[in-house]
């Protein structure tokens, strides 16, 4: 069964700071992986999509990496703003056939102090 | 722009009380989904579906049931609301093999 985990649960920083939020996945045959973002109380919004013949994908300051054989995923935002904050989640869809189901991370909770 | 609206935001029913979430999606996607969030608990698949009429049990179908007439529509029934039912609903949908778009949610409590 897979299983997918956020380390850490939560992560607080300056402004303007990169960071590297990660995301790591027990079984490999995975279709894609697709990174998301929470605002409080709100829907989530897709953020990367990356399938599994992908090495990377970026959108704007936003750097999404795939490492199928490790099991991870990395996703890098530069010159973090306030409006940054949120929680991000990963979730990989896996390949059984038929399956359109996505496993989900617990989620980072990122802070961006001014 | 893509958009999944789901028909209220704010829902408190009693105990009991047969509970319909709707969700409509207008980009035409075959696949549709209904998760439940809960703090420590993240996400959980409910229902999907996969084409008009079909449907798939996720993790936590008890308790629940769905319906999906239309292709841009998919209901969740709650047959018989019951407390540890109150929660976030969210509604989800996607072109096959295409990234998931989500709903704003529905926070249901149930008293």
């Known amino acids: 069964k897979q299983e997918v985990t956020q380390i850490p649960a939560a992560l607080s920083v300056p402004e303007g700071e990169n960071l590297v939020l990660n995301c790591s996945f027990t079984d490999s045959a995975i279709y894609n992986l697709q990174w998301f973002r929470q605002d409080p109380g709100k829907g989530l919004t897709s953020l990367l999509l990356i399938q599994s013949s992908q090495r990377e994908q970026t959108s704007g300051r936003l750097n999404a990496s795939l490492d199928k054989s490790s099991g991870r995923s990395t996703l890098y935002i530069a010159a973090s703003q306030p409006g940054d904050s949120a929680t991000y989640l990963c979730?990989?869809?896996?390949?059984?056939?038929?399956?359109?189901?996505?496993?989900f991370g617990q989620g980072t909770r990122l802070t961006i102090n001014p | 722009d893509v958009k999944v609206t789901q028909s209220s935001r704010y829902l408190v029913k009693r105990t009991g009380e047969k509970v319909f979430l709707e969700c409509v999606q207008d980009m035409d996607h075959e696949n549709m989904f209904w998760y439940r969030q809960d703090p420590g608990l993240g996400l959980r698949l409910i229902y999907f579906?996969?084409?008009?009429?079909?449907?798939e049990k996720g993790d936590i179908p008890e308790g629940y049931s769905v319906s999906r007439e239309k292709k841009e529509r998919f209901s969740l029934i709650l047959e018989s609301a019951s407390t540890n039912q109150t929660s976030m609903y969210l509604c989800a949908s996607s072109a096959l093999g295409g990234r998931q778009y989500f709903g704003p949610g529905t926070r249901l409590t149930v008293t």
């Open positions: 979730a990989v869809r896996g390949r059984v056939q038929g399956a359109q189901k996505l496993v």
């Open positions: 579906s996969y084409d008009v009429k079909m449907k």
